[in-house]
């Protein structure tokens, strides 16, 4: 493995080591010898960041993946998470116009996807940022723009329940 074919599988995983080590074992073993120093992977990540963020808006359908991408990458804190998270939010701040599935799933990402929400936007804001009051009030926002259309359903009211339960959980928790 190159120093290229490291920084290819990197970006092909979005630097996820979970996920480099399930797909390709060996490949990842090979690429855990480079022993990539944390200036490398910031740079990496800030790169994969941007990338993704110039992509968010092209597939209207599919904003909600883009999304997740981002939080996910931000949660690995080898970026400048608070500039990233402000980038973010706003972004999130023109997610109203979405429809009901996509709102649905950027909630359920704020909120995270396991049971201890630690996977979600909420955890990554609180704990890497001091944008938790901003980012409630988006949401929040984005939640009335669901709840005024005639097309939320169940899904999108646990969405909204789990997304005010990991941010009670979090903001007392970064606030201790």
Same mark, same amino acid.
């Given at each position: 493995?190159?120093?290229?074919? @490291?920084?290819?599988?990197?970006?092909?995983?979005?630097?996820?080591?979970?996920?480099?080590?399930?797909?390709?074992?060996? /490949?990842?073993?090979?690429?855990?010898?480079?022993?990539?120093?944390? #200036?490398?992977? /910031? #740079?990496?990540?800030?790169? &994969?960041?941007?990338?993704?963020?110039?992509? *968010?808006?092209?597939?209207?359908?599919?904003?909600?993946?883009?999304?997740?991408?981002?939080?996910?990458?931000?949660?690995?804190?080898?970026?400048?998470?608070? @500039?990233?998270? $402000?980038? &973010? *939010?706003?972004?999130?701040?023109?997610? #109203?116009?979405?429809?009901?599935?996509? *709102?649905? *799933?950027?909630?359920?990402?704020?909120?995270?996807?396991?049971?201890?929400?630690?996977?979600?936007?909420?955890?990554?804001?609180?704990?890497?940022?001091?944008? $938790? =009051? %901003?980012?409630?009030?988006?949401?929040?926002?984005?939640? #009335?723009?669901?709840?005024? %259309?005639?097309? +939320?359903?169940?899904?999108?009211?646990? +969405?909204?329940? %789990?997304?005010?339960? @990991?941010?009670? /959980?979090?903001?007392?928790? =970064? =606030?201790?």
């Amino acid at each position: 493995m190159t120093p290229e074919d @490291a920084k290819r599988f990197y970006f092909q995983y979005d630097g996820s080591s979970f996920h480099m080590d399930r797909e390709e074992p060996v /490949k990842y073993n090979s690429f855990k010898m480079f022993n990539l120093g944390e #200036e490398t992977l /910031k #740079e990496w990540d800030e790169e &994969l960041l941007d990338g993704v963020f110039s992509s *968010l808006w092209s597939d209207p359908d599919r904003v909600w993946v883009a999304h997740e991408r981002i939080v996910q990458i931000i949660r690995r804190d080898n970026c400048d998470a608070e @500039a990233y998270l $402000g980038r &973010l *939010l706003d972004e999130m701040e023109k997610m #109203e116009h979405l429809d009901t599935f996509n *709102l649905t *799933l950027i909630i359920e990402n704020m909120a995270g996807r396991t049971e201890s929400m630690n996977d979600g936007g909420v955890h990554v804001m609180c704990k890497l940022s001091g944008l $938790g =009051a %901003r980012m409630n009030g988006i949401v929040g926002h984005l939640i #009335e723009a669901g709840y005024v %259309r005639s097309d +939320a359903d169940d899904r999108f009211e646990k +969405a909204a329940r %789990r997304y005010r339960n @990991a941010f009670d /959980k979090w903001s007392s928790s =970064a =606030a201790s």
